[in-house]
């Protein structure tokens, strides 16, 4: 079975550019995730969804950040315009129900110069 | 403010012998606790998780010890074997909210 696709692995852009992390979450999985890994605060989560729809977005730091869920197979989070201080890891994580264990991709690592 | 707390950022094990992974938790309305293990350059796997009414589940080499009213729980290894080097979080969630990691600890088993 596939697990959690996320794309790119790695990126590496210049400061003030978008930026667009996609995931492809496991199918049938009704929930999915978005993290951000740095050392400084380790795992955090930035947004969840439920059957696609928008539950909690507290962890999301500025409004720099957006992400949308359009079908039960697809998300994205974007960065516009992205800044040194979003350099992290960024994982994707998708899970049958919202309180399961949760299934994670391999992550995106981005860098901004 | 850390919700999840792992103590000890590294632990270094002889193969063969126990790993003790520490996790302390300071929010009364965690229910459910898991624990994911990480190698480098890949995402977190599940690996063991326990609710509130249980203070132990095992699974295989891997046991999770719950002390409720200390607010900690442990991971067991035994026996420690070289695969098992890689970044354990601990994770809680409870009361319809979400899921909050601990900072992790890095595994070291020695051959």
């Known amino acids: 079975d596939a697990g959690v696709i996320q794309s790119p692995r790695h990126e590496v852009t210049e400061m003030g550019q978008e930026v667009t992390l996609r995931c492809k979450p496991i199918?049938?999985?009704?929930?999915l995730f978005w993290y951000r890994q740095t050392m400084m605060r380790g795992l955090e989560l930035l947004i969840y969804f439920n059957n696609n729809v928008p539950i909690d977005d507290s962890g999301m730091p500025e409004d720099r950040f957006s992400a949308k869920m359009p079908n039960a197979s697809f998300s994205t989070l974007k960065i516009q315009p992205s800044e040194p201080r979003d350099s992290a890891v960024y994982f994707c994580?998708?899970?049958?129900?919202?309180?399961?264990?949760?299934?994670f991709g391999d992550g995106t690592r981005l860098s901004i110069l | 403010d850390q919700q999840v707390k792992q103590n000890s950022p590294s632990l270094s094990v002889q193969e063969g012998r126990i790993s003790i992974l520490n996790c302390d938790y300071t929010n009364s309305m965690f229910d459910y606790f898991l624990w994911y293990k990480k190698y480098p350059a890949e995402g977190p796997t599940f690996l063991i998780s326990i609710s509130s009414i249980k203070d132990k589940n095992e699974d295989g080499r891997f046991t999770v010890f719950l002390n409720k009213s200390a607010k900690h729980l442990s991971l067991h290894i035994v026996p420690s074997q070289p695969g098992d080097s890689a970044v354990y979080f601990c994770?809680?969630?409870?009361?319809?909210?979400?899921?909050?990691f601990g900072a992790g600890t890095i595994l070291r088993v020695k051959s």
């Open positions: 994770a809680a969630s409870g009361n319809g909210n979400k899921l909050v």
């Open positions: 199918s049938g999985h009704n929930s």
């Open positions: 994580a998708s899970s049958l129900v919202w309180d399961q264990p949760q299934h």
